[in-house]
Every structure is written in structure tokens, then in C-alpha cells.
């Protein structure tokens, strides 16, 4: 299972991005897939996770709540994070992880990563 994020980048505070997770499986639909960010200094930490097949359940920190929206779409093995009205305090490294099994907030449940992708706030 591989997975590839993108779409991060440099934006002001307000604006918004999308990042994107490409994932490199067969049966991607069975696979929950996460979110998570690791600001400098900081410990990793969950930001948005959707459920497998459908993606009928999505979970989002407080932190993220009612700004960023995680979505997928399994014709194209890709999940989203819309992300608007960004903070400074939303920058960090984020990355994409994938478990075949049900969605979950915890980083250690997950068993495969990518590489991560940079967003930067500017304030």
C-alpha cells in the first residue's frame, strides 16, 4: 500500500487548500483513511479520518471542525482535505495514513503513511 499526498503549499491566513492522498491498493475501498499533522516541535496529531466503502463517517478535531472537510472518492483512489479558513497554528507537515479496518482517531491504529506534505499559514 502506497500512499502520496499533495496540494500543500504557502497561504495566507483565511485562504484556503486542498490536499490530496493517492493511494496505491487494490481494494482501496476497504481501507479507512486519516489525517494528521506534525507542527514543529509538536507531537503528531489527528486532524480529520473517513470511514472505508462509502465514507459515510467522517471525524474531524475540534481544532478543524467546521473548517476543513475530508472526503473520498474510490473511482479515483483518492482521499481529500478541504481545507479554508486557515491559521497560523494550521501549519505543520500533514500526512495521509491508511488501515484496513474502521476509521479511528489514533495514529498508532494506522498502518500505512506517507511521506507528508507541507502547508504553511502565513499570518
Known amino acids: 500500500v502506497r500512499l502520496v499526498e499533495s496540494g500543500g503549499g504557502l497561504v495566507q491566513a483565511g485562504g484556503s487548500l486542498r490536499l490530496s492522498c493517492a493511494v496505491s491498493?487494490?481494494?482501496?475501498?476497504?481501507?479507512?483513511i486519516g489525517w494528521f499533522r506534525e507542527a514543529p516541535g509538536k507531537e503528531r496529531e489527528f486532524v480529520a479520518a473517513?470511514?472505508?466503502?462509502?465514507?459515510?463517517?467522517?471525524y474531524y478535531a475540534d481544532s478543524v471542525k467546521g473548517r476543513f472537510t475530508i472526503s473520498r472518492d474510490n473511482a479515483k483512489n483518492t482521499v481529500n482535505l478541504q481545507m479554508n479558513s486557515l491559521k497560523f497554528e494550521d501549519t505543520a507537515v500533514y500526512y495521509c495514513?491508511?488501515?484496513?479496518?474502521?476509521?479511528?482517531?489514533?495514529?498508532?491504529?494506522?498502518?500505512?503513511w506517507g511521506q507528508g506534505t507541507q502547508v504553511t499559514v502565513s499570518s
Open positions: 491498493v487494490f481494494t482501496f475501498e476497504d481501507y479507512a
Open positions: 495514513a491508511a488501515r484496513n479496518n474502521r476509521a479511528t482517531t489514533a495514529a498508532r491504529e494506522y498502518e500505512y
Open positions: 473517513i470511514s472505508r466503502l462509502t465514507g459515510v463517517m467522517t
